[in-house]
């Protein structure tokens, strides 16, 4: 486990650090879990999903509101499957 040294950081920052960490940790159950699966079924985050395309996050959202991309709800999160992904 890793030492977490705190310094200078807001509330909302450490919010968002704890919801990266438990999204990356659930990510890596969900690989376990579905290992015979196809790694295609992976879910990408909204930030993954523009990295994948070099795309600004407004220019995802409005891929979505145009029906180019289909996105999945877990909770409040967005997310993509990777089978979902159109090919550029």
Same mark, same amino acid.
């Given at each position: 486990?890793?030492? @977490?040294? +705190? &310094? &200078?950081?807001?509330?909302?920052? +450490?919010?968002? #650090? @704890? =919801?990266? *960490?438990? +999204?990356?940790?659930? =990510?890596?159950?969900?690989?376990?879990?579905? *290992?015979?699966?196809?790694? =295609?079924?992976?879910?990408? *985050?909204?930030?993954?999903?523009? #990295?994948?395309? /070099?795309? /600004? &996050?407004?220019?995802? /959202?409005?891929?979505?509101?145009?029906? =180019?991309? *289909?996105? /999945?709800? +877990?909770?409040?999160?967005?997310?993509?499957?990777?089978?979902? !992904?159109? !090919?550029?």
């Amino acid at each position: 486990m890793n030492n @977490i040294i +705190l &310094q &200078q950081i807001s509330s909302s920052e +450490l919010v968002e #650090e @704890i =919801k990266e *960490s438990i +999204l990356k940790e659930l =990510k890596e159950i969900l690989k376990l879990s579905n *290992s015979n699966s196809n790694q =295609k079924d992976e879910l990408l *985050s909204k930030k993954e999903v523009c #990295e994948y395309f /070099h795309i /600004h &996050q407004s220019t995802l /959202h409005r891929w979505v509101n145009d029906g =180019k991309i *289909s996105c /999945h709800y +877990l909770g409040n999160k967005v997310y993509f499957k990777r089978s979902e !992904l159109p !090919l550029l």
